[in-house]
């Protein structure tokens, strides 16, 4: 019996800045003998097959920010602009982390200008008719993605640790869609990406107006019924609320394109453990499917 497809989209810089952190903070940096750092690289291999492993997907892509300047940084100069710069040991296995997903014939995708989440978003839309998508991340921000075809595996401590989440378990924990994800990051703002929102206003309030109200423009044309203290707060920073929108919403319109037939889990055994081996890499050829996949 043929296994249906599943194609697994991976947010492949938040399992790299995880993998680098959890290792980092002990300053186990994994130095291999060229002088490289690979705790990064080596612990994303290893979220990305265990998830494998559980989740049993057939199609496999991983997606990437390129660099730190994007439309939304156009937007708004401040954007994620209290992030510091990128730890000088993490900074060579960003290039060296795609190379050894390319060894392993999975596709990298990323376009300057956009960030990882809108690929995808983008690639999630294109082929979520033809199959399930499942997307691996530990950022919340991708739940706005959530539909019929689409469900979110976060990461939670450790490996091999998950929540799952579709539409139905996020209307059970937030109380709203998760496209109103969008309209309550416009209200609240986002402190890991630096933008206000309105100021004043929480996740309680958010939720409530966004119960009422559903969406941004609503809440906007209904500000007489408003408590005169959220009215204020609301038209004091109104031009902010309307640009933090613009900022929390994924582009599911990116010129990026990724075929399910690229994306087919066919691993070739010599090819991926020979990158391996040139970055001293060890342990984790156990993780690597090489029964059911590999040629």
Sequence with gaps: MTQKPSFMLVDGMALLFRAFYATSVSGHFMINSKGIPTNGIHGFIKHMFTAVSTFKPTHLAVCWDMGSKTFRTELFPDYKGNRGEAPIELIPQFDLVKEV?????????????????DCIGTIANQIKEFTHVSILTGDQDILQLLDDQVSVILLKKGFGNYHVHTPETFFEEKGITP??????????????????GVKGIGEKTALKLLKEYNHVDEIVSNLDKLSKSNRTKIEQDLEMLHLSRRLAEIKCDVPVSCTIEEAGLNIKKEKALDKLMELEIRGLQRLLPMESFIS
């Design 179 to 196: 496209k109103q994800m969008i309209d309550l990051k416009a209200l609240m703002g986002d402190s890991s990406d630096n933008y206000p």
């Design 101 to 117: 997903v390319e060894s392993f014939d999975i596709p990298n995708i990323g376009l300057e200008g956009f960030e990882a989440d």
